[in-house]
């Protein structure tokens, strides 16, 4: 495998030619993500013009990257796959796992010791199979990414949903479950279903109060949590170039939000300052001098109508600032209407506590802006009435941060830093000051605010804002002022008002450390141990391949109601410790959906029994009985998260349908990967014909074929049954996966055969 740098050299001198074979054969002007999808089909794909939104096409990565919480999982297949090392460069970066308790010292002690056996796992994992392995407290995955491997023009796929992070340096990065890192990692395609293509032109210029943020905010409003599903988000337009390289970042981070594919944005010199400022001169270097494949054709960005599936436009200039949720991150409300909206919602208007930070928004830029309304505050005798907390992004900009003063001031401010980890993103927040299950809310930078997500607690109402109204808001106290037209009374009785926030893109002085570390291998017999009674790790045994038949009278499981994300489906939090452990995860199958019958959580009939007991215990007794089962759901079914687990634990509880109105588009993947059929209703009013106690039959498999429809039966419990028709979006490969039991199945068969040896 070659290095990194290599990597890229080899890629930029390989591209000119690239660019121009794609253009003789498109022959039309071109976007930024078409340029970059055909100039990465997988070698043995013959070039030809695709369809946007329904061809299948293979591509070759140019790197992986994966993260703790899902590298377990990727890993331990990845192991059964029987390669000697990775094919691309891959990397595996320890950020959720940290759990935020007492700050960012004892929270890495502590880490380092509960996960001893987990980081021994990867690091070993890592060196044997040439992979870099990113040690906790060096940084949140898509920061470190962003900071040492992103370039632009290069794809990038990685096991997290907010992988989208690197289109800020004009990469297509896209999130995905393990399977796929371990397609990728063992030198195979990498299919995807070729995305359409929403072009956005940024005009005018951020001012005031508004930043990056509030521009993904607004536009997550706009195309709600299924909007950009099967899309890239390509951002033009002057105001784009007017956007720092992280501030793009941030949008594309958050673009995962509405389902996009990914997002992405031309190279310009944002993108030159911030590779410069991060060691990476030589690479700004090379794609100055090929700026022309890496950014779409002007013709493009002059008639976008004409060359997008759709196009949108937005005003930086007019922008307010944005404070979406609670509970959902699309429910978008502009800071002038948060007083109005608050009331009519009842939403509680004190908030208990304001968090920035984690990958989406931790960037110099975004810090030290914070840190100016800080200093505004302090010197105006405000002191904040909400506790006010940071977790960096990586430790380069913690060391930043602290060189150049900022972590003092928020200390001023008596604010808690945390391990430059994910912590509160994910549930990894031993909440303290707070009763349990008290009715509050919260505000933050990050990205998501699915309910109990941040602290466990169902009734902590979440607020998404950015890193510079999570301050102002903080200060306050309260969910409704408006830093751009309310005062504050401070210590001395005055009332006062803050000041604009003003920051640096870039320290002044540069980054300082030219190249990050991190520890990798040499392959070869680095031993890898899974301790047989661990609690944490399990090695994965294949799943079983489909026995030719009909699946038949099989008991419904759960009828979900409403918005079932992953975290519905696979809890985080306290369950992240068991993210290598397939048997001990699948206890947390479900326990956060809502029975549409009872419309309770994680109370289920067991249909052997009659009894009401919580999903995974109803799913273990048909499971001990050889009883396959039946899940059933609404809209956008598993959005959020690009955890497999969602996927596995389904697959080992003997969950052979999940039978939905939508899918988001990588749990729908990680579905069939593992081998579970995924299903859509064919007409979803014919999801209010199921009833509680009913059994199914899926019939007609043997037909099972490309466009298919597939017949359902439902038998209910007073003797009648309703016949109804299912679609699905399996092609010919995928039907092949269904039929092995597992892509991966597939993989170790073909390995034995020696074809991708
Ligand atoms: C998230 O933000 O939801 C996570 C936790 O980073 C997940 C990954 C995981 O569940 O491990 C994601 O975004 O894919
Ligand atoms: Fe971590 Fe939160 Fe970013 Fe997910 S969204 S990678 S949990 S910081």
Not at 318 to 340: C, Q, R, V
Request: proline share 4%; charged share 20%.
């Amino acid at each position: 495998m070659v290095s990194d740098v290599e990597m890229t050299k080899i890629f930029y001198s390989k591209l000119s030619k690239k660019a121009l074979l794609i253009r003789s054969l498109l022959k039309k002007p071109l976007t930024l993500s078409e340029k970059i999808l055909y100039s990465h089909l997988y070698q043995s794909t013959p070039i030809s013009s695709f369809v946007r939104g329904t061809d299948y096409v293979e591509f070759t990565p140019n790197r992986v990257a994966m993260q703790d919480a899902t590298a377990q999982m990727a890993l331990l297949q990845f192991m059964m796959a029987g390669k000697q090392e990775s094919a691309v460069p891959a990397s595996v970066h320890c950020d959720h796992l940290v759990i935020a308790r007492s700050g960012a010292s004892e929270d890495l002690k502590t880490a380092l010791s509960t996960n001893l056996e987990v980081y021994n796992f990867l690091r070993s994992t890592c060196i044997k199979y040439n992979i870099g392995f990113w040690e906790p407290g060096e940084g949140i995955i898509h920061q470190t990414v962003l900071e040492n491997y992103a370039f632009p023009g290069g794809m990038i796929i990685g096991t997290d949903s907010h992988t989208p992070t690197a289109g800020g340096l004009g990469m297509l990065a896209i999130g995905v479950g393990g399977a796929d890192a371990v397609d990728v990692m063992a030198g195979m395609g990498w299919e995807l279903k070729f995305p359409k293509i929403t072009g956005i032109k940024l005009t005018g210029k951020l001012n005031g109060w508004t930043s990056a943020k509030d521009v993904i905010l607004k536009i997550t409003g706009m195309l709600t949590v299924k909007g950009g599903t099967g899309h890239i988000l390509e951002y033009f337009g002057e105001g784009a170039e007017s956007l720092s390289c992280t501030g793009k970042a941030t949008i594309c981070n958050m673009g995962a939000e509405t389902g996009a594919t990914c997002s992405v944005f031309g190279f310009d010199d944002s993108m030159v300052r911030y590779l410069t400022a991060t060691g990476r001169k030589e690479t700004a270097e090379i794609a100055s001098g090929m700026k022309k494949h890496l950014t779409g054709d002007s013709e493009v960005y002059l008639h976008p109508e004409k060359y997008f599936d759709r196009y949108l436009e937005i005003n930086l200039s007019e922008l307010e600032p944005f404070i979406n949720g609670p509970f959902s991150p699309d429910i978008a409300t502009p800071i002038s209407k948060m007083k109005e909206e608050a009331v009519k919602n009842n939403w509680p208007e004190v908030i208990s506590a304001g968090l920035i930070g984690s990958c989406t928004n931790s960037s110099y830029e975004d810090i030290s802006r914070a840190a100016s309304i800080v200093r505004d505050a302090i010197s105006q005798n405000l002191s904040p009435k909400s506790e006010f907390m940071l977790n960096p992004g990586s430790k380069e900009i913690l060391l930043l941060a602290e060189r150049d003063g900022y972590i003092d001031t928020f200390r001023q401010f008596n604010s808690e830093i945390f391990a430059n980890a994910c912590g509160p993103c994910i549930g990894q927040w031993d909440r303290k000051g707070i009763e349990k299950n008290a009715v509050n809310s919260v505000v933050h930078s990050f990205n998501r605010n699915f309910a109990s997500r941040i602290d466990g607690n169902p009734n902590t109402h979440s607020f998404v804002a950015s890193p510079e109204i999570v301050t102002a808001l903080a200060i306050s106290g309260k969910l409704t002022f408006n830093p751009i037209t309310d005062s504050l009374k401070n210590s001395q009785g005055e009332q006062v008002m803050l000041k604009e926030p003003s920051g640096f893109e870039l320290p002044v002085t540069g980054f300082g450390r030219a190249v990050r570390k991190n520890s990798k291998g040499v392959p070869g017999d680095e031993k890898i141990v899974i301790d047989p009674v661990s609690e944490r790790l399990q090695s994965l045994i294949p799943f079983d391949k489909w026995d030719g038949q009909d699946l038949l009278d099989m008991p419904l499981l759960i009828k979900a109601k409403g918005k079932c994300t992953t975290d519905h489906i696979s809890m985080a939090g306290p369950w992240l410790k068991y993210r290598g452990h397939l048997e001990n995860i699948s206890n947390n199958y479900m326990i956060g959906a809502v029975n549409s019958f009872n419309e309770e959580v994680n109370n289920i009939q067991n249909q052997l029994t009659g009894q009401f007991e919580p999903v995974p215990a109803v799913a273990k007794a048909y499971m001990a009985k050889g009883i396959s089962s039946v899940v059933v759901g609404e809209e956008n079914f598993g959005e959020g998260s690009s955890r497999e687990h969602a996927a596995m634990e389904p697959r080992y509880l003997g969950v052979k349908v999940i039978l939905v109105k939508s899918f988001a588009r990588i749990h729908e993947t990680n579905l069939k990967k593992q081998g579970v059929l995924a299903l859509t209703f064919t007409d979803k009013d014919d999801y209010n014909k199921v009833r509680d106690h009913d059994k199914f039959d899926v019939v007609g498999l043997m037909g099972f074929a490309p466009g298919s429809q597939i017949r359902v039966v439902l038998n209910h419990k007073d003797g009648t049954r309703e016949e109804i028709f299912t679609s699905h979006s399996y092609n010919l490969s995928q039907i092949e996966w269904f039929r092995a039991g597992s892509a991966l199945n597939l993989i170790r068969k073909l390995g034995k055969e020696s074809k991708y040896k």
